[in-house]
């Protein structure tokens, strides 16, 4: 992976551009092209090479030579079988450990250099009679009542991907911008040590917050249960040290950065929350082309005389999107309003069995003729005839979609997570005086959701002032020139720093 040739910023990217489409791959994508004048690299992390590495995007020129590390292929073990990791080492190890149970980072550079340095053979990180000890010693027999094979493989699940990451050379670079902590915040920490470039961080969800919801959901992280019911909702102890995991990869890109951007202030709270640095914190709101979207709705749209509508719902269909909650909210809609048609734009084959199970619903409440599974389409095809866009996400940062709608004069109804509210109802004095372009609703509640969308489908008035205020929304506060010229100026400050020590 090592190369001589440097670049002005090496993005840090795990399971988005160019290899996966989305909101954030679209920012990303955006970003590069409006700055011709930087050559961009990155090291994207996917799941496993089973999974085609396609592009999803037209690359820009100055996007070149991207590297891949799949997270969960199996390791080549083919070190000296003979070698092995010393007492000293080990203790050091350890040592790492119990400071990282304390939040004490202070031996982490000591740990890479460790491993960039083979003094942590993965033979015998995974087959050792020491590392088995210091696993046992973790695991504490006489205390734990939980199972040890399950500690032990859920163990390996979580060091396994780490322990291939730290000996990785990077591509040099003047700076490294990671989109996300997790993994690809700990390969910017690697490189920070590693290299003494600035490390910069923008975090669109919470990475910690959102894998959170992924675990505490997830049937594949065993969990003991109690012989009797329980009405409460307890994580199982195995899904709290997958939690504590992230949030101390979290915490150490925190800590490691040279500066964190974020698009809103409730991000900036969560962050805080998790450990970064108030002061390194900047919120810099996200941004759209104005030239691919304002003009879409016909100026002369006849909102008065208007007896079909078309709803749509733009967003890869898994959990996190609550894609349920928007197919029941829609059959509440489908009883008031009975010309109706619903466009599920987005990516289906990210979690198959739930796409399988929504289109399950939609037959189980009789939507066949009414709902569209269209899979990933050009958002703007569809845009001129929609009539309100809608987002049921249980999270979200600051999502693409509501600006595009907007400014293409399309009231939204939006889940009340991240941004949501201020992106429709404004964030600052000037911004709430242009009114709402859209509602917000509860999370997971198709009743207010569908009583939303009938609201504005049903009331011409209303729906042509949402559609001025949102157009003139985007276009005051949420340009993607502003966006780029902001990153330009960070970019270029960075890039023309010494060393950091």
């Known amino acids: ?25 679209s920012w990303i994508h955006n970003l590069i092209k409006g700055m011709p004048e930087l050559t961009f690299t990155a090291v994207c992390i996917l799941a496993s090479s089973k999974e085609k590495a396609e592009y999803r995007y037209d690359i820009p020129d100055n996007f070149v030579d991207p590297t891949i590390i799949y997270l969960h292929d199996q390791v080549e073990i083919s070190q ?4 092995k990791i010393s007492r000293s080492n080990m203790e050091r190890l350890r040592q790492f450990h119990y400071r990282m149970d304390r939040r004490d980072l202070s031996m982490m550079k000591d740990m890479v ?5 083979d003094k942590f053979p993965l033979s015998e990180l995974f087959h050792g009679k020491r590392a088995w000890d210091l696993l046992v010693d973790r695991y504490n027999p006489e205390t734990n009542d939980e199972s040890f094979i399950d500690y032990f493989w859920t163990y390996r699940f979580t060091h396994l991907p780490i322990f291939k990451m730290l000996p990785l050379g990077l591509p040099k670079a003047k700076v490294y911008h990671t989109i996300s902590t997790g993994y690809a915040g700990l390969l910017g920490v690697v490189a920070r040590m590693m290299t003494g470039r600035p490390l910069l961080l923008t975090e669109h969800g919470i990475y910690v917050k959102e894998r959170k919801i992924e675990i505490s959901q997830a049937e594949w992280v065993y969990r003991k249960e109690d012989e009797r019911m329980r009405v409460e909702s307890k994580l199982g102890a195995f ?18 950065s040279s500066a964190i951007f974020t698009l809103y202030e409730g991000n900036r709270q969560l962050e805080i929350q998790e450990g970064a640095d ?37 967003g890869r269909v898994v959990p996190i999107k609550d894609v349920k909650t928007f197919l029941r909210a829609i059959k509440i809609v489908s009883i008031k309003i009975e010309k109706l048609k619903v466009y599920i734009m987005g990516p289906t084959e990210e979690d198959e069995e739930y796409y399988e199970e929504c289109v399950n619903l939609v037959r189980l409440l009789h939507l066949e003729n009414v709902v569209e599974f269209t899979g990933k389409v050009r958002v703007t095809d569809y845009l001129p005839n929609l009539d309100v866009i ?15 709608a907007n400014c293409a004069g399309i009231p939204a109804v939006a889940s009340d997570v991240g941004s949501c509210r201020e992106l429709l109802e404004g964030r600052t004095i000037p ?24 609201t504005i489908l049903t009331s011409p008035i209303l729906r042509k002032k949402m559609s001025r205020a949102g ?31």
């Open 1 to 25: 992976m090592k190369s001589e040739k440097e670049y002005d910023v090496c993005l840090l990217l795990e399971g988005t551009y160019p290899f996966v489409s989305g909101g954030v791959s």
């Open 80 to 83: 000296n079988p003979f070698k």
């Open 113 to 117: 250099e460790l491993f960039r340095h």
């Open 239 to 256: 899904q709290t040290f997958w939690i504590r995991m992230f949030e101390q990869l979290a915490r150490m890109c925190y800590d490691y």
């Open 278 to 314: 108030p002061d390194k914190i900047r919120i810099i709101p996200n941004g759209i082309s104005l030239d691919n979207f304002l003009g879409l709705k016909p100026k002369d749209h006849d909102y008065m005389g208007q007896t079909e509508f078309a709803v749509g719902f733009v």
């Open 390 to 404: 809608v987002l049921t996400s249980i999270s979200e940062a600051q999502p693409l979609v509501i600006m595009e």
């Open 431 to 454: 911004d709430q005086e242009l009114g709402p372009s859209g509602i917000v609703t509860k999370v997971a509640d198709p009743v207010s959701t569908g009583e939303a969308i009938i």
């Open 471 to 501: 157009i003139e929304r985007v276009k005051t506060f949420y340009k993607e020139s502003d966006l780029n010229e902001k990153y330009l100026k960070i970019y270029k400050y960075y890039m023309a720093m010494d060393d950091l020590e």
